[in-house]
């Protein structure tokens, strides 16, 4: 897998996701599969847009003591899922953990790549600090979970594109970078806090990007999903 765009299908039943991706026709874009369709729709959606030939980001960010992230992961692993994650908060030993689960149930084929969240997208400093209690720089907070999530062996890091560049340079350029808080230029930010654009994104190094409202809330998904790519992508 490359550089791609990723369209997080946010909705509500499995009727509303088959809906939006029909209307792209031949074109099998990678979508997420956040907590609300999975928690509504179980683990046969997976299975079914695997089967319609999407590839599909799970985001469950599991985040549990290392026996339970290890068994849930070993689960997930027969979904047939393209990535998975954790939250890298749940510490080395749990990431660990989570990557034994995934490598032990995948039964056929490549394993899943296994990410890790660093600091979700809608966090930003001041939240950091006051709530968080974590009295360090955005970047440095991220880079240092990154280097955890390494040390795990994870694939990679979900971080803003902002971050991007710190956790390559810290880390490798192969060590993957997989970024919401991405809108189409004129876009509102939502509750998201470090955002870009899609353009921005590419110049920042970032390996997947996720959109959610700028193409399923825009008036012609497909037309925003292709201006994603073409300034992602291309």
């Known amino acids: 897998m490359g550089k791609d765009v990723i369209i997080a299908c946010d909705f509500a039943s499995a009727e509303e996701t088959y809906a939006f991706l029909d209307r792209f026709g031949e074109t099998k874009p990678f979508v997420k599969i956040g907590m609300e369709l999975y928690y509504a729709e179980g683990p046969q959606i997976v299975r079914e847009l ?48 989570a990557l034994r689960g995934l490598t032990e149930g995948t039964k056929a084929g490549k394993r899943p790549l296994l990410i890790a969240v660093t600091q979700l997208t809608s966090t930003n400093q001041e939240q ?18 990154a280097a955890t999530t390494k040390r795990a062996g994870l694939d990679g890091v979900v971080c803003s594109p902002l971050e991007s560049p710190a956790v390559h340079g810290f880390l490798g350029a192969s060590f993957l970078t997989v970024t919401p808080g991405v809108r189409l230029a004129g876009d509102e930010k939502g509750d998201q ?32 999903y292709e201006r994603c790519r073409q300034e992602f992508c291309d």
């Open 128 to 145: 950091l600090e006051a709530e968080l209690l974590i009295r360090r720089p955005m970047e440095e907070v991220v880079s240092t979970y």
């Open 193 to 224: 806090s470090r955002v870009t654009t899609p353009a921005m994104a590419k110049e920042l190094g970032s390996d997947y990007i996720v959109v959610g409202r700028s193409i399923t809330g825009a008036q012609d998904p497909v037309e925003a």
């Open 50 to 97: 695997k089967a319609r030939g999407h590839k599909v980001f799970l985001d469950l960010k599991l985040h549990d003591i290392p026996n339970t992230v290890e068994k849930a992961m070993r689960v997930l692993a027969g979904l047939g899922a393209d990535i998975c994650n954790v939250h890298a908060a749940g510490t080395g030993k749990m990431m660990e953990a």
